[in-house]
């Protein structure tokens, strides 16, 4: 069969979800869990809602085809269809961010970290990054991850003296002292909870400086880098990494972009055959379909509403007393200090009584923070999620009221009912439909 002979109308699709007659107790669960994101607002900044057709891409018969290898070069049969699905990927990645190579296979972002290091590490090699209490990832060289345990991560702290300015913010001066100290092999830039922009360019002064490659992990700020509503990494960075379902709101899946042949050559043979097996051929197809949708205009207004709706968060946020890390935000997510508002409150008590009001968030630490990580003395907030359901600036003033009132009153139940019928109501208005 050719590509021109295949039905596309709607109707042909043979799968009308048939869970719910096949296996009632999984059926139940998803069901739940639809109920509980349309009745929830969503302020996790790593979250999003996915259209229905990226979330479609990833319930089809793709899941079915083994294609390890890549576009032209695999070692099974049967691959035309799905080389034509990653070709798309790839391209449209590779338009999207205005770079030379996209691998689009990785299937975290975690693993797109792994296959960077593998790519360009040699185990026991020196890598700087961000102090990760400080708002890196436990990708970026926990001890007990790949790595920290096999390569040598040192870390660049961010600037903690209070009467400086750029408080809590990348301390530059640090990065270089790190690095001429070290000698690291590279550079990590690109975090999961700094609310700044990031420097690319002063980045590079300093890698160039030390002979370092500069790697950025773009995880968070990826729709926001497409949509240019944060610099881009390109051309400063040698490799980036990034997820796709965070604020590029794609499927769950990571992603490998570079402008150097080399690099390309060996971030290929990292992910396949170094790290993973078989590609996931629906989810890089719904990696498609959402690249397809980044490029759209509707997609950078998209973008600067994310960002405009997390300074409004942010402001109101901080008229109420809160401490926001680094004093505020440029991108889609803050780091709130609770302590400002109430020193006994801790970020899972926040996180909990928040839940129980329909708000889902979660506990974060605060740069030097003296509790633990189960427990912190912060919360993250971000706006991707909010701003997909059709969230703007008003509601962003209403939020942060509901969010007070919650922790000043210490999740008292007849506050946190109050509150949670009136979640719902503002869920009902703006549904999750797109
Ligand atoms: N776990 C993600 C986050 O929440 O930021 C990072 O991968």
Redesign the pocket.
Known sequence: MSISEVDVSPTADPLDNPIASTDQEVWRLIRAEQERQEHTLEL???ENHASRAVMAAMGTCLTNKYAEGYPGARYYGGCKFVDGIEDHARDRAKKLFGCAHANVQPHS??QANAAAFFALLNPGDTFASLVLADGG?LSHGMKINLSGKYYKPVHYPLRYDQDADGYEQIDFDAVRTVCREHKPKMILCGY??YPRTIDFARFREIADECGALLMADI??IAGLVAAGVHPSPFPHCDIVTT?TH?TLRGPRGGMILTNDEQIAKKVDKAVFPGLQGGPLMHVIAAKAVCFNEALQPAFKAYAKQVAANAKALAGALVEKGYRLVSGGTDTHLMLVDLRARNADVTGVDAEHWLEAAGIIT?KNGVPQDPRPPRVTSGLRLGTPATTTRGLTEPQMGQLADWIDRIVASGGDEKVTREVREQVVGLCKQYPIAH
Request: glycine residues 8%.
């Open positions: 996790i900044a790593s972002g975690a990832h999961s909870a995880a968070h997820t965070k979660n």
